[in-house]
């Protein structure tokens, strides 16, 4: 496996407490998060670092006031999706590295070399690059709330269909594939749907971002049921790995019928049921014409990016897409 960032990681209770020791050859850090955990833990964070600390906020980012990072050394981001996603923007302008201290273990880029960007109701990702390293403090990430966890776990089983599709994309449409990136990716799957525990969801996570920085693409993560829940963003408001795991039973099913799959799709369906995540159209609060309508707008998010979808290969049409949504109990 190629040496890629980061090249430190702690995943453990307590983790927080030895920050310093980690900023040994940095004399001006830049500590960015958001304007909850601010005020959460600030004290505790500058308890830590034996004095003061420079912040910036989410919010001061995104006016456009980063003039705090001017003479700093390093960049830790500090929080959950939008403050690790300001500290990889931040590090990308300044040319700084950043260290990545997750406060939430509730979707897979806390490692990652890509940035989630909001613009007119899409999100698409801009590319950055990796942390030098994680401190992964889980005494502080089991105090997030239960439903950011339960994000993590759909981000890392919705790999059942984005691996899939992976093998079907580079064997029916010569997509590059990598078999120790997809061994990476099928382990981080594999731990979680055998081991719940928080550890293993991070660990997971750390090794997905890894797995698509080496690869160079988010293709090893992110397939069908991603595009989807791209699509749905803009008319939904719910956590990505809840979208992305709703909707991969549905992709798993035509991964299963082109003989893709290592998952049964029922299977999968029942796992969501199991851990009261969103498994039918209620449930994520839409209609059989708006999922349509987002099945739709996916195949084009695919096609934009070259990226060939299970549903194409399989060349369904709205009936049989209303069927399937019948068969796995959608509807
Ligand atoms: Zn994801």
Partial sequence: MSIVDPHFIVISEGALSKVDDFLEDYKQPIFVTDDILYAAYREIVEDFMGGEVTWLLVSEYEKGKFSKASGKDIILGFGGGRSIDTAKLLARDTSLDWISVPTAASHDGIASDVASVSHNGYRYSEKCKSPIGVIADLSIIEKAPPKLRLAGIGDIVCKASSLGEWRLAHARNDEPFDQRV??????????????????????????????????????????????????????????????????????????????????????????????????????????????????????????????????????????QILKTLKVLKYL
Wanted: glycine share 6%.
């Fill in 182 to 319: 997809y061994s990476l990716v099928k382990s981080a799957l594999e731990s979680v749907l055998q081991d719940e525990r928080l550890d293993t969801l991070v660990r997971a996570e750390i090794d997905s971002g890894r797995a698509m920085t080496i690869f160079g693409s988010s293709r090893p993560c992110s397939g069908t049921e991603h595009a989807i829940s791209h699509a749905m963003d803009r008319g939904t408001t719910e956590l990505h790995g809840l979208q992305v795991a709703f909707a991969m039973p549905f992709c798993l099913h035509y991964l299963e019928e082109a003989g893709y799959s290592d998952y049964k799709a029922e299977n999968m369906r029942q796992f969501l049921v199991d851990h009261a995540m969103p498994a039918s159209l209620d449930d994520i609060g839409i209609s059989a014409d708006q999922f349509l309508d987002y099945v739709n707008h996916a195949l084009d998010i695919m096609n934009r990016r070259n990226r060939y979808s299970v549903l194409q290969h399989q060349g369904a049409d709205d009936t």
